[in-house]
């Protein structure tokens, strides 16, 4: 696996085009949304322009550092009978999964420990006030990106095509995730029902965590919305993926 990740992070250093999504798109981003930002009331629910672009952010790194960057890498390597060929060695299923995703994985990750860093100098968020909830946040964001990923995957036919068939969960969950803007600031009913979307508890928990705004019961239901979503999407993964290229 980890020969596999490296790699991995070869071929996506002499992709410019999915260097650029993944590294810059989400940083740069969040401050195109911050114009809109301010003119939420944000303080009323107990949040600050700052915590909202760093979730933004987070969010943003999951969606194109992880999610993107993989459905193209996925079919690519089917397509090339990459998979197929890694099939016939020692590895699993599994670990040929995990190794390719390793590299985007890493950097959504990393971008996650730099942003929180760097909004806490530049935004004034300060320390998060609940930080045990944003290590499950992450965790669950990137698992979920990535087997999102690989579902997706299974329906793209060509890598040239990987960008548009990604864009359908991409714009749902700017929209409803509470990326673009916080599920708190929506009415009750559409809250709830963009609570249930595949980012959201993930998102949620990063929130919670730096503003310390979540209640037990929040927590509580954010949390078993993330395991339902990774065991679902994993097991959707299991069930669908395409070995086979499309040729």
Same mark, same amino acid.
């Given at each position: 696996m980890?020969? =596999?990740? $490296?790699?991995? #992070?070869a071929l996506l250093g002499r992709n410019r085009g999915a260097v650029v999504t993944a590294? /810059?798109?989400? !940083?740069? !981003?969040? %401050?195109?949304v911050r114009p809109a930002i301010d003119q939420m009331d944000v303080e009323k629910q107990g949040l600050s322009v700052g915590t909202v672009m760093l979730t933004a952010s987070i969010g943003f790194s999951f969606l194109f550092a992880v999610y993107t960057t993989l459905v193209g890498a996925y079919v690519a390597r089917r397509e090339e009978l990459v998979l197929k060929r890694l099939r016939t060695g020692e590895l699993s299923d599994a670990e040929i999964l995990t190794g390719t995703a390793l590299p985007a994985v890493g950097v959504g990750l990393a971008?996650?420990?730099? /942003?929180?860093a760097g909004c806490a100098v530049l935004l004034h968020t300060g320390a998060p006030r609940a930080a045990y909830l944003i290590?499950?946040?992450? #965790?669950?964001? /990137?698992?979920?990106?990535?087997? =999102?990923?690989? /579902?997706?995957?299974? %329906?793209?036919?060509?890598?040239? &095509?990987?960008q548009v068939t990604a864009l359908p !969960?991409? %714009?749902?969950?700017? =929209?409803? &995730?509470?990326?673009a803007v916080p599920t708190e600031l929506l009415p009750d009913k559409l809250a709830r029902v963009c609570d249930l979307l595949p980012l959201s508890p993930a998102i949620r928990l990063v929130r919670g965590g730096w &503003? +310390?705004? !979540?209640? +037990?019961?929040?927590? =509580?239901?954010?949390l078993v919305t993330a395991l339902a979503w990774t065991v679902l999407s994993v097991l959707?993964?299991?069930?669908?993926?395409?070995?086979?290229? $499309?040729?």
């Amino acid at each position: 696996m980890r020969a =596999l990740g $490296r790699a991995e #992070l070869a071929l996506l250093g002499r992709n410019r085009g999915a260097v650029v999504t993944a590294l /810059l798109v989400p !940083l740069v !981003l969040p %401050f195109s949304v911050r114009p809109a930002i301010d003119q939420m009331d944000v303080e009323k629910q107990g949040l600050s322009v700052g915590t909202v672009m760093l979730t933004a952010s987070i969010g943003f790194s999951f969606l194109f550092a992880v999610y993107t960057t993989l459905v193209g890498a996925y079919v690519a390597r089917r397509e090339e009978l990459v998979l197929k060929r890694l099939r016939t060695g020692e590895l699993s299923d599994a670990e040929i999964l995990t190794g390719t995703a390793l590299p985007a994985v890493g950097v959504g990750l990393a971008q996650a420990l730099l /942003l929180s860093a760097g909004c806490a100098v530049l935004l004034h968020t300060g320390a998060p006030r609940a930080a045990y909830l944003i290590v499950p946040g992450v #965790l669950a964001g /990137l698992v979920v990106s990535a087997a =999102l990923a690989a /579902l997706t995957a299974s %329906f793209t036919r060509t890598a040239e &095509s990987a960008q548009v068939t990604a864009l359908p !969960l991409v %714009f749902v969950s700017m =929209l409803g &995730s509470g990326m673009a803007v916080p599920t708190e600031l929506l009415p009750d009913k559409l809250a709830r029902v963009c609570d249930l979307l595949p980012l959201s508890p993930a998102i949620r928990l990063v929130r919670g965590g730096w &503003s +310390g705004q !979540l209640s +037990g019961h929040e927590i =509580l239901v954010a949390l078993v919305t993330a395991l339902a979503w990774t065991v679902l999407s994993v097991l959707a993964v299991r069930r669908w993926f395409r070995w086979e290229a $499309r040729r």
